[in-house]
């Protein structure tokens, strides 16, 4: 295996071409310009080897993945991706295939996406973890967010959910024989499609957004309560697909969308002047915004309280 300073120069210091980036990889910190009249968003994300994705899946696929999950996060609140730090702790046996594999996976999607190293941290650990530092920009005062849900907003998705839980069983089976990007329900766990360009279209747009990653309705409760409101979905309304329909039939795809998680499709509200602009973005228009009466559900389906046993994913 490299040693540790071996390791970061040989993987992790590419060349970065964002004129905001004034200090990258290699000193003790890095140094980022913020443009006049934007905010710097920036949110943390970690992810444990068989926990978050199978220890034994491709390490480009976990690499992308991470990133790809991180960033959903900026896409939420509607910012531009600008840069990220990686810090990664890695069983002492890694060996340098698997660094490499690894690192192009993250380079080639952080090339996809715009969005530079400028840092990060590396340590043995008896289990693999990825953590990334995402940061983007927005113009200030513009970012999106959970607590500006109004009475009488629509609630839209920005595409089908269940997806990626509904592959979970087959990817768990045999993780490393996935290889590349299909029309699979396993493509949609490896390669989830952060909505980079929708959120930025939708500042301005929405009144709240998050990204699904634990489930639709326990992500859901999170704008409820941020913003004191009810929202109502309509279960016909939800979008699933039907991949996941025909492997698992109807009800269970519909459990899964509601609850399944790693979906990392935007979940937001907005005012129904906005109806034909986020159908034309292809969004699906799945409940209203209703008043929440004292000591009320934050969230309902068709009206009635939710009887499934578990919202979302629980770390806990
Ligand atoms: N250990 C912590 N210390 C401080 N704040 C935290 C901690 N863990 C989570 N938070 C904050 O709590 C809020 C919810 O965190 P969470 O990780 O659930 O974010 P999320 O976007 O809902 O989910 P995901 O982790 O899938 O991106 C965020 O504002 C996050 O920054
Ligand atoms: C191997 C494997 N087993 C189970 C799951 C399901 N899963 C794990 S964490 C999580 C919520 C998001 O995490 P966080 O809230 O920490 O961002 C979900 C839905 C998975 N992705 N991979
Ligand atoms: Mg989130």
């Given amino acids: 295996m490299l040693t540790e300073f071996e390791l970061i120069k040989h993987c992790f210091n590419w060349p970065q071409n964002n004129e905001t980036i004034i200090c990258a990889v290699g000193d003790d910190a890095s140094i980022v310009e913020v443009p006049r009249g934007y905010q710097l968003v920036q949110s943390i994300d970690t992810q444990v080897a068989d926990i978050h994705f199978p220890a034994t899946a491709p390490a480009q696929l976990i690499a992308q993945r991470a990133l790809r999950c991180a960033i959903s996060d900026l896409a939420a609140m509607g910012a531009k991706p600008q840069a990220f730090h990686l810090a990664l702790s890695l069983p002492k046996n890694t060996s340098q295939a698997w660094l490499e594999s690894f690192s192009l996976g993250l380079r080639a999607c952080a090339e996809e996406f715009n969005i530079s190293l400028i840092g990060g941290d590396t340590t043995s650990s008896p289990a693999l973890v990825v953590t990334l530092q995402v940061q983007g920009l927005v113009s200030a005062g513009k970012a999106l967010?959970?607590?500006?849900?109004?009475?009488?907003?629509?609630?839209?998705?920005?595409?089908?959910?269940?997806?990626?839980?509904?592959?979970?069983?087959?990817?768990?089976?045999?993780?490393?024989?996935?290889?590349?990007?299909?029309?699979?329900?396993?493509?949609?766990?490896?390669?989830?499609?952060?909505?980079?360009?929708?959120?930025?279209?939708?500042?301005?747009?929405?009144?709240?957004?998050?990204?699904?990653?634990?489930?639709?309705?326990?992500?859901?409760?999170?704008?409820?309560?941020?913003?004191?409101?009810?929202?109502?979905?309509?279960?016909?309304?939800?979008?699933?697909?039907?991949?996941?329909?025909?492997?698992?039939?109807?009800?269970?795809?519909?459990?899964?969308?509601?609850?399944?998680?790693?979906?990392?499709?935007?979940?937001?509200?907005a005012p129904q002047q906005a109806h034909n602009e986020l159908k034309d973005l292809n969004c699906y228009h799945v409940g209203q915004v209703e008043e929440r009466k004292a000591h009320s559900e934050w969230v309902l389906l068709d009206g009635q309280t939710v009887s499934h046993k578990s919202m979302g994913y629980q770390h806990f």
């Avoid at 849900?149 to 629509?154: I, K, P």
């Avoid at 990007?181 to 959120?199: C, E, T, V, W």
């Avoid at 409760?221 to 996941?244: D, G, Q, R, W």
Wanted: hydrophobic share 45%; with cysteine; proline share 2%.
């Fill in 145 to 269: 967010t959970r607590d500006k849900a109004q009475v009488g907003d629509d609630i839209w998705l920005s595409g089908e959910i269940g997806r990626s839980a509904a592959a979970l069983e087959g990817v768990l089976a045999s993780p490393e024989t996935f290889v590349e990007k299909d029309s699979g329900l396993a493509s949609d766990y490896f390669y989830p499609q952060a909505q980079i360009n929708l959120g930025q279209k939708l500042v301005g747009l929405a009144h709240s957004a998050l990204d699904i990653s634990d489930g639709l309705l326990q992500d859901a409760s999170h704008i409820a309560k941020a913003s004191n409101v009810c929202l109502n979905f309509s279960a016909a309304h939800i979008p699933t697909s039907e991949l996941a329909v025909a492997l698992c039939g109807q009800a269970e795809a519909l459990q899964l969308a509601l609850t399944g998680g790693d979906d990392y499709q935007l979940l937001f509200t």
